[in-house]
């Protein structure tokens, strides 16, 4: 048997190959389309003119809107009038005279009240204590045991006693009272749990 080189055998693998797909093309026959008929555009409809009137219309006739009582405005307070014959007091004379007691006798001025200072506070040494008791509440706590709000917590009254120790060192008592309190109450809570 005779063998075919290289070249060859590629040959006849396309060769075949060609024969084998013509026979699975098939083939389809070519129809002429005819172009569409172009569309009829209808003729526009017939225009109706309406000749106007010569003689215009009446104007509507105006209707009046219903009377709304009208509110009266409040007389205005009139500031009092000086009296052009009495001479006001000067500034310094008034503080003198409102520092003079009726009696005619002099006394001590009374010392102003302060904002960090109401009636009833226990003073600097109860809010010292009330610090000192949440710090010893809060040193009792098992921290680890708490859970993250807790531990929220915790942190937060610790920060409220260094707060309230700043305030004392300021002589805010009501500040540093306030702190206290919250302190002692967050250290209780935890203490219970």
Do not use: H, W
């Amino acid at each position: 048997m005779r063998t075919l080189p290289l070249g060859g055998r590629a040959g006849l693998v396309v060769a075949v190959l060609a024969t084998l797909t013509s026979a699975c093309v098939a083939t389809q026959a070519r129809v002429a389309v005819e172009p569409p008929q172009p569309l009829t555009v209808p003729a526009a409809p017939p225009r109706i003119i309406v000749p106007t009137d010569p003689t215009p219309a009446p104007p509507p006739e105006e209707t009046p809107a219903p009377a709304t009582p009208a509110r009266p405005r409040p007389p205005r307070p009139s500031a009092p009038r000086p009296d052009p014959r009495v001479e006001p007091p000067k500034p310094a004379d008034a503080a003198a005279d409102a520092a003079k007691p009726p009696n005619g006798q002099e006394t001590a001025p009374a010392p102003a009240p302060t904002l960090d200072m109401q009636p009833g506070d226990r003073g600097d040494a109860g809010v010292r204590q009330q610090l000192s008791k949440a710090a010893d509440g809060l040193q009792k706590v098992n921290y680890a045991a708490l859970s993250n709000d807790l531990k929220a917590q915790y942190d937060t009254a610790k920060r409220f006693i260094t707060l309230g120790e700043q305030a004392l060192k300021e002589q805010n008592l009501i500040f540093a009272a306030t702190l206290a309190e919250k302190a002692g109450a967050i250290a209780t809570l935890l203490l219970r749990r």
